[in-house]
Structures are given as C-alpha cells and as structure tokens.
C-alpha cells in the first residue's frame, strides 16, 4: 500500500492527546482514566515547579500541586489549550471542520519549528466551530485507535466515515457519480461544496477518500491538471471506487 504524504496527515495525528498543544508535557505514572477528580496524584513532581500544567489530551488537565501531579478532568463542553497558560477553556470560532483541516495542514507547510506550528495549529483550532472541533477531534482520534500511521489506506478502511464527517456538511441522496457530476460544472469551492452535501453518506465517504488522495498527490492548492493525473494514475482506484458505485 502507498504511504500516505506526511503532510496530509501528520498534521492530524499531532492534534492526538493534545500533542500539539503542549508537546513537552511530562509522562504521569497514570493516566486520566485512573484519576476520577482533583484529588487523586500521579506521579511526583518538584516543589519548585509547583502550579505547573499540562494538557494531557485534549480534555485533560495535569496540574502540580504539593509536590504531586495532580489530574484534572475539563468540564463538560471545555477543552485543555494551551496558549501561554494551559488551561481547560470554553472556544468557539466560525471555521468548519474542512477549513480547519486545511488550516492545519498549512501550519505544517509553512514551518519546521515545532513551537511556531504548535501556536499555528492552536489558532487552526480555536478558529472553529464547537461542532467541527467536535469532528475533528473524531477525526483524529479514529486515526489513533485504528493506528493509522502513514497509511492512506488504513484510513480508508476505518476512518473514511469520519473523514467525510468533518469534510462535508449535510447528507442527501446523490450518488458519488452524481456528485462529481454536479462538481463538473462549478467555478467556485463553495459550489462544490454544496454539491457534496447532496451526497449520501457512502457517496461522501468514497469522494473524501478520492480527495483526501489527491491532496497527497496535488497539496492544497491542486490545478486541474494535476488532480486528473492523479484520478489516472495513483488515485485511480478511489476515482472508480466513487464513479461506479451507485450510492
């Protein structure tokens, strides 16, 4: 199976257990799972270093205290950011899921330096909304469970479903033919966009899928050319995954 460019996904998978957000947290001798309030400790922690924090996942707050690690769940509906100060907080911005994906995956076009992609991803991600927030948290955390790695087509196989989530808003009846169909004759993003969400849900999987390969093959910003050399050649199988199915 053909690896999948690291840059399609890589920026995904840094969003998994807040890595992203705070990627010199230190390694507890338990987890949030282990912990049912403040109360319970982990691991030891220096006095000197007393109220340090942590995201440990993107729900999760690890705080010293006392000289123990001390985990702090997120209320329901907050999340743990990490901008200056780590801290559970309630964020909401306007972007969609899609827009956040491509937001992200530009930070990690644009830089090498951890730290400047980290406060690019944070922006990436307090820019959305609570519901693609939601989505793509799925996103990646599906990606996680079926350890996908670099694997275009682990995701195929076990997160194509909510890859189409986070890619397209709404359900409808066209087929995946249909919906290219109606792309073919678009001038703007926002057309095609609205197209897709006329798909059913076995439609948008397979058109996510054939996109999401042909973003690996054309980045973001993929001319006509290059994404029908790529529905030809390496993209091949998702292009007639989608054009010959009927729903």
């Known amino acids: 199976m053909r690896p999948l460019n690291p840059l399609a996904l890589s920026a995904l998978v840094a969003l998994l257990f807040g890595s992203c957000l705070q990627s010199d947290r230190p390694i507890a001798d338990a987890t949030a799972s282990d912990a049912t309030d403040a109360t319970d400790a982990t691991a030891p922690c220096d006095d000197d270093d007393d109220d340090d924090r942590y995201c440990v996942d993107n729900t999760t707050l690890q ?16 999340v743990c950011l ?22 992200v995956m530009r930070c990690y076009a644009i830089s090498n330096h951890d730290e400047t992609r980290n406060r690019c991803v944070v922006a ?3 820019d959305g909304t609570t519901e693609a927030q939601r989505e793509l948290l799925a996103l990646t955390g599906c990606l996680d469970d079926a350890s996908c790695g670099s694997d275009l087509g682990c995701v195929g196989q076990h997160c194509r479903g909510p890859l189409a ?9 066209r087929s995946c033919r249909e919906i290219l169909n109606c792309q073919s004759g678009c001038a703007s993003d926002t057309c095609k966009q609205s197209c ?6 076995t ?9 999401l390969c042909v973003l690996t093959e054309c980045g973001l910003m993929a001319t006509t ?13 998702y292009h007639q995954a989608c054009v010959g199915a009927d729903l």
């Open 63 to 78: 705080v010293c205290r006392g000289g123990r690690w001390v985990i702090e769940p997120c209320p329901s509906g907050l």
């Open 82 to 103: 990490d901008r200056g100060s780590p801290t559970c907080t309630s964020v909401a911005g306007q972007s969609d899921c899609r827009s956040m994906l491509d937001c």
């Open 124 to 126: 990436c991600y307090v």
């Open 165 to 173: 989530e986070c890619y397209y808003a709404g359900h409808g009846g």
């Open 196 to 201: 897709a969400s006329e798909g059913s849900f």
């Open 203 to 211: 439609a948008q999987s397979n058109l996510a899928m054939l996109e």
């Open 225 to 237: 050319a290059c994404r029908d050399r790529a529905e030809a050649g390496t993209c091949r199988p």
